[in-house]
């Protein structure tokens, strides 16, 4: 499996990522092993968690597995996340300082270590100064908590102004953000991902299936039953269903991703996934599995390579409707249009 930088650091991550938020509901801890022993076999070494997924469990099956794999604890790359509710008292959560600072000791115990090499802020803290959170992140990197930290689902602004912030006290800057980011999910191209670039910093997708939509399990008209994580009855992608069954683009996007995948005898889980590694700015894809099979046909999407004819035929069809201002044609020429009028 390929390596790319992770943003701008000099840690190297494998192209495909191994999303936990499976760990300890619909991946028992022995199947979780067998995935994570199974990932990093195949050349995979980000594994990717969060202290709110199945409420600090999957940081803890991956700890147990670190404990019994100490040649792979020296080739992993931890990255973890902190924000969500870890509790029931009002400081339980958010991005302040006296938040943070729990939350990374509960992280570093649950796995284990005494080091995370990303520390993700899950989302954005509206209450919480940003100046209270990159300071605080400056110290866990000067203390050797964490090697690097990043963000998840911020918007453009928030991103940027985090940089800028970083800069004019003299703190390290982010290295990394993870958005969702899919055919069917492209929105953040408008203005996240060019704040993204402008900053150096690596996109690690998440959900680059979109919900399961991109393997090809859904049909036009159709609506699938069965029990999941979220319930008997929406299975993974259903919040979605109404919209994207009703879009014209859902089925379009499909027909192209499968007829790709065809041409490559390869599944439209492969193709959607291969789409999202050639983005511009995308570091690694962010992969989830509930069994070891499930995981190999994912993995299997870091050796397809897609034609320039097919990346682009792809982007054509699931391009997302803009509005003639500021992202649609009358934008584009406005922000194009030359500085300096022609004299006639």
Same mark, same amino acid.
């Given at each position: 499996m390929d390596h790319r930088l992770l943003g701008r650091s000099g840690t190297s991550v494998s192209v495909q990522a191994l999303g936990t938020m499976t760990f300890g509901k619909e991946a028992d801890e022995t199947?979780?092993?067998e995935i994570l022993t199974a990932f990093v076999e195949g050349g995979g070494n980000l594994l990717d968690t969060a202290d709110v997924y199945t409420h600090g469990h999957s940081e803890e099956i991956i700890g147990r597995w670190l404990a019994a794999h100490p040649t792979e604890t020296e080739q992993v790359v931890i990255a973890t996340k902190a924000r969500a509710p870890m509790g029931e008292g009002p400081n339980d959560l958010g991005i302040s300082r006296r938040h943070l600072r729990r939350a990374l000791d509960a992280s570093l115990r649950r796995l284990g270590v005494e080091h995370i090499d990303l520390y993700q802020m899950h989302a954005w803290d509206a209450l919480t100064p940003l100046e209270e959170t990159l300071g605080f992140l400056a110290e866990a990197v000067a203390a050797g908590k964490i090697s690097y930290y990043g963000f998840s689902n911020f918007l453009g602004w928030q991103l940027t102004k985090a940089v800028h912030v970083a800069r004019q006290h003299g703190w390290p800057a982010p290295v990394t953000l993870q958005p969702q980011y899919n055919l069917l999910v492209r929105d953040i191209e408008h203005e996240i991902v060019p704040a993204a670039l402008d900053a150096g910093m690596g996109l690690l997708p998440w959900s680059p299936l979109a919900g399961g939509w991109l393997s090809g399990k859904y049909e036009r008209d159709v609506m699938p039953t069965g029990a999941t994580r979220l319930?008997?009855?929406p299975q993974r992608g259903m919040e979605a269903w109404e919209k994207r069954n009703a879009d014209e683009r859902t089925w379009t996007t499909?027909?192209?991703?499968?007829? $790709? *995948?065809? %041409?490559?005898?390869?599944?439209?889980?492969? $193709? *959607?996934? %291969?789409w999202v590694a050639a983005r511009?700015? $995308?570091?690694?894809?962010?992969?989830g599995a509930r069994t070891t099979e499930?995981?190999?046909?994912?993995?299997a999407a870091a050796e397809l390579q897609l034609s320039e004819d097919e990346l682009a035929t792809l982007s054509e069809v699931s391009a997302p409707q803009l509005d003639d201002y500021p992202y649609?044609?009358?934008?584009?020429r406005q922000r194009h249009r030359p500085l300096v009028q022609e004299t006639r």
């Open positions: 199947a979780a092993h319930g008997e009855n499909l027909e192209a991703v499968r007829a $790709v *995948a065809a %041409a490559h005898e390869a599944t439209p889980s492969q $193709v *959607a996934l %291969a511009p700015g $995308v570091t690694s894809v962010i992969i499930q995981l190999r046909d994912n993995m649609g044609p009358a934008g584009i």
